[in-house]
């Protein structure tokens, strides 16, 4: 099944939901990546979240950038979606790992750490970007992006995000759930929604059961009259390309360019998003120099 989301609202608006399959994104980005177990649950989560946050963005060229940092040995977990699905994404520190928790459940929290934030910055095209900041409380993602919808726009939600992993790091399940309360629900709302909350199974469960987003929506909520708002596809996509990173090598200055040419004899330039190795000759430097004097002697 390829990776896609689903977004409702219920006929009452009373909340409205996004249920999300990412088994194959995750899967791409932990390649890429080579990330331990705990390291692919952590990213794996992030991406998930930020492909159902992304639903938020009205254009095209609209960008939201999450940064989550506890201070644990994992470093930062960045990670960037645009409207159309596309998503990508990296850790600091890809080989941090922990000893399982209870019934084999990875440790997020552990390597994320809880000493930190998260962070949204939506670029909407305006002059200044939107950012949002809320204190972790666990490291362990789901709890911590509830705890930033309170504190950012006081919205109550119920978030889960999972990411099964095999014993050879290969992905078995990966996908999540936002559930968030609109204004003006009663107080009756949020305990039917806590109680029919209360005897979900785990987001991993449903998705090793082969359960769709659409699937999902009835199993997490049963009783409520949903209207599907939107499907989108989702993949792990980076946008970098040779030519973006010889604007990246340009913006070094002539200097360090010329270091390049006489003592490397060339450079190799890594995307941090993708992992994908860009390589330049000194041929291809020494063009690069060229554009800089004909920019001065302009
Ligand atoms: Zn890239």
Redesign the pocket.
Known sequence: MADYLIRAIDKDMKLKITTAVTTELVSVASKAHETSATASAALGRALTATTMMSTNLKNDQDIMTMIIDGGGTIGKIVTVANNKGEV?GYVSNPTADAPSKHEGKLDVGAIVGRNGSVQVIMDLGLKEPYVGQAPLISGEIAEDIANFFYISDQINSAVGLGVLVDVDLSIIAAGGFIIQLLPGVEEADIVRLEETLSKITSVTQMITDNLTPEDMLNELLPGYELDILEKTELEFK???SKEKIKDLILSLGREEIENMIEEDKGAEVV??????AYQFNEDELREILETIVDDEEK
């Open positions: 990508k980076c946008n970098c995307c941090q998003f993708c992992n994908t």
